[in-house]
């Protein structure tokens, strides 16, 4: 009923091509999660499928029926908005109850169906506040709420976290997917956060440039990123990303480090002596005292969230992270040995940035395509 | 939960009717200024023409006669320099005026607001009764600036009346109307320049008067920009108060643009020449209002991008 | 900035005084003026010391001049209502089109929009005998001459480009998410931009709206040039006064002092508004 | 009534019979000449009444266009009359002067039907008359069909009547046989001297009958009272600056504005004796005019002389005819006095100024509208006005042949007749018709300003004025 489909959308603003070709299937009920650094159009793509711009192209299909020739008001999507976008001259409670007056409600159902929502998201306390008199946290509260209350099948969440205070932000990621199953609606969440990303998608589809570069499970991307932006953008403290040149021999494909090997899938023997860069995840890597560990150099360490970060180098001097949970012993300075587990390793081709498949076939590469 | 109620119809509407919408808005505002429009048509025709109503016989097309009559005819040289010279003395005086008493007015003090409301009221004068308050003002008889005059030692000073001081009669009517506009637009430009050079430069040490000269007038710049050609504009096409003050006498030495047309075409009857002025003046007032425009476009980004 | 001498404290105030007696003087003067009688006025030197009467009132209220070149009658009130008639009138259409307009130039670019806008907003650098003598020759046959409808018509020369320019800044602060969220919402165009649009740009077309009307009150040329004797409004009555009074100078500037009153009043009313639409008409647009 | 005397009445309205002789016959029946006057209007409605069909035109309505101005107060007040005569009604609008004449061209030239008759100066048909706009009077005043038989035109003032009379021809002499009547009069002024008695007395000045007189007087009248100025006359940048006291003391030096060459015009300013009268003028302004003399137009004139600030002024005799009532602080203490500029001359030469009617060729209705212009420049009307209003000076003989009038006038204001009728034989209008009349006059008051202001000497600025006069009337083809 409510599934949306994007058809080989472009639009462009005057010279400049802000979405070229999109192409995205969200199932009904499910949500997805677009995420992309700001400015790759994830916001403009939200807003062709609510019908605010015109896409020059391309069509947007609810449903199965496309809504290029519906007005925004008859498309029946709810829509939360990164600045909130509240009605400044009107109250919380009006600001809350306009999808239903659109929708010529009795003013019972009306009162009714704003205090329910306000109750869910906490805001009861405030309706009868202008949004001037609202909290940042009050604000995106209601600006959810008015997305919510019509009970739309369709949602649109343009980064609704943006704007609001780190700890609200962290509640808010662990109330939302409960509130978004809870409402059985087809979700498109626009976010920079990764970790908001991981913890809300259904699926992620990861947009840059215009294009949709990857699409997949919040396991996909943080595992295999397609490409090094991706690995970058996933992931905090970020990747460790080590340019290396893989050696393929009788022992398999290996990478070296500081004078040790790291083993590699042997299904990258292909690119063998090719320039490649490594990738190794902070939590990937571990300190061991086993002495055929990577000998490293410990420079600094920090605590980061839950974590602990230790800045270490190898013998080249090359600038590597690790991460493991606060509390746990590690080596106060000097050299250190580290390992690293083969499988958490990525390895991309330094030239186009892609990862490179152990299995073969270039997944990233045909994706992006 | 029925979903067919919550679900509102989808309405098929025409691309062709969400784009014809911003046309449909602004289509009556555009028709009437089409109106207007046709009657600047017909002035660029009568321009061209020889047209006295009073030898309707001679009437026909001389097409650019009119205008190159003006290269030897002293009375528009005459016209041109009176309108420039009021135009470029008004806006000088205005601006040093303006924003001497905008930074006075500086500070947001209850005063200070007090004063800038007074301020408004010489705006809010009809600048032809302005002309008419200053021309009783100014009445040799019983004016009381005439007295101050007197008193001051001026025993024959006759303002309007004299073509040595009539041009500055007019420009203090037009000082007093006028000064409060210029005033009013540095004064929200002052108030919106943003404090940290200024912290800075204090901090330096650099003295007050530096601080004006460095910081305080190149960022006003483009305010004082804007304010000046707005008056420009409007100065260099002066009627109301040179009009209603001495008709651009005594001799010709009002006789501005718009008076001088005016008269052509009412007390002459030379309809060609009228319009051949007004076209002149029209040809200055585009040049400087696209300047202005310009200018002012850049100042609104930069407003709305502060904001 | 705080820190001022006790010297340049007194320098200031002085010359706060200063600007303030300029100009604030011949209001004051010209409202003594008005409560003199001629004799008074006509004293020398000039003195504060007079019995305010409101004979000159009451003789342009009554429209009844007795002047020394004849008793006459004289339609000074007719002329204030007029001037209430064609400003107010041409403020109200001027806001009828000009809002919708600005709101259309505001969130559509459509094409030439630009230009359009430019084309209205040079209409107020334009010079505007240019329009008006060649106007005097079409009203006839127009059937507009001796009309409001004309004259509100030639007034939007003035209104209309200030109401455009200065509302559509104001629209154009608006966040356009505003509105899609209202839209999106389920509320067609017209709802947002009645209940969305013109509530949030309402300082704006209210502060647009009193200089256009200050603007029309003040304005002189126009009726000077297009208007009959019975739709003459209060700046070309008031001139004409000089003559019908046969100086009666008392008579001239209590008409003076009616005529600026409701532009005055309504500065003092809504100051606030006024110099944010002055300020705005001219840098933000 | 008695028949006889109906008789003789009704005579003298057909024209059967001169003025004076009804006056001695009626004496001789033992009638008054004041209340043979009242008969003699009484009777004269009776008569208009009596041979015209003044109904012809009843419930048409027309509309006029009015200078704000005693005689429209006259008219104004007597319309009742006409209205009730005819049948028809009558609507105005009117405008003050200062914005008179431009919306007279405005509704003129845009060929408005709105205004089917308006109120204009002799000058202004030299315009009007040749752009087309009015018409030539002279089709109705003949047409005994139009016209009703008592209206008597040959009772208007000949000088003032061909005044108004004009063949088109730019040059061409006034009132000539081939002329067309573009307006018909209706009140006029003469120039001449109104000065304070008690000022010049106390002066021990005696009243100036020459233009040197007039500027020793004033001089001195001016050092021996405090706070007044010895002469006004206007001086605004407008042609009403010449035509007044300037023109006339102008033209009685036989000086004129141009000279006419079989057609083609030539400025005449810049001759010997122009420049020796303007010399003279600006000299006077100079040492005893008002200090705003270049803004004043003739109401700041009049006001001057009425309020005391001035001893005299050389302008329109009716300036100072109403100067001398209503609440001015000198009424009653003004005089008259006929004045003749050049030494030489015999008598006053004063130009005039007649606020005269015309129809506007746009009219609907001209016949309609012709009723209304015979009642109001009518010899009835005429009457009523100079007898019960201040509709000074009439055009028509008869009313000054009128003992009330008469009597109002010697009574309320002593030597006002006397000036009158020593300049009235001169007076005429002294100007050369031709389109660029406002052209040339406004910039000789221009130059006239300059020459004041001692921007420009005398005879530099006289040339400058012909060389830009010749200049336009070639431009103009009319050299």
Known sequence: MSRIEIRNLVKSFKEDAVLSGIDLDVPQGSTLVLFGPSGAGKTVLLRCIAGAIEPDSGDVLLGGASVSDVLPEHRGIGMAFQNFALFPHMSAYDNIASPLTARKKTGDQIRKGVEAVARLLKIDHVLDHTPKALSNGQKQRTALARALVSEPKVLLLDDPLRNVDAKLRFEMRLELPRLLSDQGATVIYVTQDYREAMALGDRIAVLDGGHIIQNGTPEEIYRKPATINIAKLFGDPTINLLDVIPVSDASGVHAMLSDRRIQLDPGLAGYAGKECVLGLRPEALSFTDASDGVPVTIEAETPFNEKSVTLVTTLRKREILLSRPSGTPAPESGTVHITIDPSDAVLFDRETGLRIDPNGSNQAAERAA | MSVQADMPVMRRSSRLSRTMLPYLLSLPALLVCIGILIPFGTAVYYSLQRYRMSQPWNRGMNWGENYLNFFTDPDFWNTLQVSLTYAGLTVVLELLLGLGIALLLQKRSRVNNFVSIMLLMPLMTAPALAALMFKLMTNSNFGILSYFMQLAGFQDFRWASSPDTALLTVILVDVWVYTPFIMILLLAGLRSLPTQPFEAAALDGVPRLEQFWRITLPMLSPYILTAALFRLLDSIQQFDIIYAMTQGGPGDKLMVFQVEAYLNFFQSTNVGRSAALLMILWAITYVLSNIFVKNWLRLRERARGEA | MDHMSPLERILRAVALALVVLFFMFPIFWIVLMSLQTNETILRSPPSMAFVPTFKNYAAIIAGRLDSNVASMSIQFMGNLMNSVILSVGSVALALVLGVPAAYAFARHKFKGSEDIAFTLLSFRFAPPLLVLLPLTLYFQSLGLANTYVGLIWVYQLICLPLILWIVRGYFEDISPDIEHAYRIAGHGWFATFRKIALPLAGPGIAAAGLLAFIFAWNNFVFALVLASADKQPVTVGALAFVTASGIQYGQIAAAIVMSIAPTLLLALWAQKYLVEGLSLGAVKG | ?479
């Open chain 4, 1 to 479: 009534m008695h028949e006889k005397e109906k008789d003789l009445i009704s005579t003298f309205l057909s024209g059967g019979m001169s003025r004076r002789s009804l006056i001695k016959r009626l004496g001789a029946m033992g009638l008054t000449a004041a209340s043979a006057g009242t008969l003699h209007n009484l009777m004269a409605t009776q008569a208009l009444a009596a041979d015209f069909d003044w109904k012809k035109h009843s419930g048409k309505s027309i509309k006029l266009l009015l200078n704000k101005h005693p005689y429209t107060d006259a008219m104004i007040a007597n319309l009742d009359a006409f209205k009730e005569l005819t049948g028809m009604d009558v609507t105005y609008d009117v405008f003050p002067e200062d914005v008179y004449f431009d919306k007279v061209t405005a509704a003129l030239s845009s060929g408005s039907s709105e205004y089917d008759a308006f109120m204009t100066g002799a000058y202004m048909t030299w315009t009007y008359g040749p752009a087309g706009w009015i018409v030539d009077h002279n089709e109705w005043i003949n047409d005994p069909e139009k016209t009703n038989p008592n209206y008597n035109w040959a009772d208007m003032l000949e000088g003032v009547r061909k005044s108004c009379a004009w063949n088109g021809v730019p040059g061409g002499e006034l009132g000539s046989d081939d002329a067309k009547q573009w307006c018909i009069p209706w009140g006029y002024e003469q120039n001449n001297l109104t000065f304070n008695k008690g000022m010049l007395d106390k002066a021990g000045v005696a009243v100036p009958t020459n233009m040197s007189e007039l500027m020793e007087a004033a001089a001195k009248v001016q050092a021996d009272t405090d706070g007044i100025y010895g002469i006004g006359v206007r001086g605004s940048r407008s042609w009403a600056t010449i035509h007044p006291g300037f023109l006339s003391a102008y033209s009685n030096f036989g000086e004129m504005d141009l000279t006419n060459d079989d057609g083609k015009l030539s400025a005449a300013m810049n001759t010997a004796g122009s420049k020796a009268f303007h010399a003279d003028w600006v000299k006077m302004i100079q040492d005893s005019g008002a200090a705003d003399w270049s803004t004043h137009t003739w109401y700041q004139v009049g006001t001057d002389l009425g309020a005391g600030k001035s001893a005299m002024i050389f302008d329109a005799d009716i300036l100072g005819y109403f100067m001398n009532g209503g609440d001015n602080a000198m009424a009653g203490e003004l005089a008259y006095a006929g004045f003749a500029a050049n030494p030489e001359a015999k008598a006053p030469t004063p130009n005039i100024w007649i606020w005269s009617l015309a129809m506007t060729k746009a009219s609907k209705d001209l016949d309609a509208t012709w009723y209304f212009m015979q009642w109001a420049s009518g010899p009835e009307h005429a009457l009523f006005g100079a007898r019960k209003m201040d509709f000074v000076d009439p055009v028509r003989n008869s009313v000054w042949e009128d003992e009330m009038f008469k009597e109002k006038l010697n009574n309320g204001y002593p030597g006002y007749v006397d000036m009158y009728n020593a300049s009235a034989p001169g007076a005429s209008i002294k100007f050369t018709p031709q389109p660029l009349f406002f052209d040339m006059t406004t910039d000789w008051a221009a130059m006239l300003q300059r020459m004041v202001a001692r921007e420009v000497p005398v005879d530099e600025g006289l040339d400058q004025l012909a060389a830009s006069m010749n200049k336009q009337l070639a431009e103009a083809g009319l050299r």
